[in-house]
């Protein structure tokens, strides 16, 4: 498992460009960046150098998480992957990069996609100094554009991008990242109804044309999940004292919700529950939301089934279980 908190070479890079830097200042930026994310807006609000730091210093801590739980749980389902080549489409400072690379020894291409000047030139600045990725790739462009004339990867990521799109582009992107995807492409969102709502919709679009879930669906059928209900995770992670600092939080660490999914071009041999929600341990019994290959089942595991009842207890939101 990989960890959710961001790599030491990572920390250093950003720390070595926070020097300098006014904390002040950054909290202002990062918190208009939020509100313009709030309003509807997207990451077009960042234009400069120090907006962008801003931005990684508030966000990137959380999106690596989020994406290294996505990986953490694509490994669980199959951990005889082993991607050579990595796309990285909307990679902003690098996030789903640097979570891929440590989560997979055996990336050797990173190809990053970007439209934002501000958020590339700072990733180019954080990869300078990361020996694995000094190599990668970061073509400037917008994403649609830039994808067909990219390679295809073996991993394609799009970590926290698709929502800066409408439905329709969205829609077009989906297919060409599945057409550049060699083995699996992997789509995270923020994890609010509308962010799983778009990956409900790729996830759909992709299935029919040929997708497999490997996770984090045990099938390939239609979501059993109705509204107002909706399937998302959590990802807990520590807070620097620069972070603290710049989203004026109290709490040494903050919770990540996210929704995301990961198709491949085969179907998986693993179909493992999911555990949708915390589950609640009592003397009595382990009750769990569980997505499992049949439906939504609400699992209670008494516990006079006592080797079953001491593993339920081990059971967290978001494990794949049996
Ligand atoms: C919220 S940021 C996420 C960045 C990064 N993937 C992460 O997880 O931290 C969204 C990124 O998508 C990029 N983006 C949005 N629309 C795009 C488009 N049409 N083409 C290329 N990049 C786009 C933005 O420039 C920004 O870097």
Not at 14 to 19: A, I, M, P, Q, V
Not at 54 to 79: D, K
Not at 169 to 187: H, I
Not at 265 to 282: E, F, K, Y
Request: proline share 6%; hydrophobic share 45%; aromatic share 6%.
């Amino acid at each position: 498992m990989t960890s959710p908190d961001l790599p030491a070479e990572l920390k250093a890079a950003l720390d070595g460009k926070l020097r300098g830097f006014s904390r002040s200042d950054a909290a202002g930026r990062a918190a208009s960046i939020s509100k313009t994310y709030r309003g509807g807006g997207n990451s077009g609000a960042i234009r400069s150098e120090t907006d962008a730091l801003a931005y990684a210093l508030a966000r990137m801590p959380a999106t690596y998480a989020a994406v290294t739980a996505s990986l953490n749980a694509l490994v669980e389902i199959r951990p005889d992957f082993a991607p050579n080549s990595l796309l990285d489409v909307g990679a902003g400072p690098g996030t789903a990069t640097w979570a891929a690379a440590e989560a997979f020894p055996s990336l050797q291409r990173f190809t990053l996609l970007d439209s934002n000047d501000a958020l590339r030139t700072l990733a180019l600045d954080l990869i300078a100094d990361g020996f694995r990725l000094r190599d990668a790739s970061y073509q400037r462009g917008e994403a649609r554009a830039a994808l067909v004339n990219a390679e295809t990867a073996d991993l394609v990521v799009a970590s926290y991008m698709i929502g800066e799109i409408g439905d329709a582009e969205q829609r077009a992107l989906a297919e060409l990242m599945w057409q550049k995807t060699r083995d699996t492409l992997l789509v995270i969102e923020p994890g609010t109804p509308a962010g799983y709502a778009r990956i409900i919709a790729l996830r759909a679009q992709l299935i029919a044309l040929g997708a497999h879930v490997a996770a984090p669906c045990p099938h390939d059928g239609p979501c059993p999940l109705l509204p107002p209900d909706w399937c998302h995770f959590t990802q807990r992670l520590q807070r620097s004292r620069a972070h603290k600092q710049v989203k004026g939080a109290e709490l040494p660490f903050e919770d990540e919700k996210f929704s995301y999914v990961a198709l491949t071009h085969a179907p998986v041999d693993q179909r493992l529950s999911r555990v949708l929600a915390q589950p609640i341990v009592t003397k009595v019994e382990v009750t769990a939301k569980l997505c499992t290959p049949e439906g939504l089942s609400l699992t209670k595991v008494p516990r006079r089934a006592k080797a079953d009842y001491a593993n339920a207890r081990r059971w967290r939101w978001g494990d794949a279980v049996n």
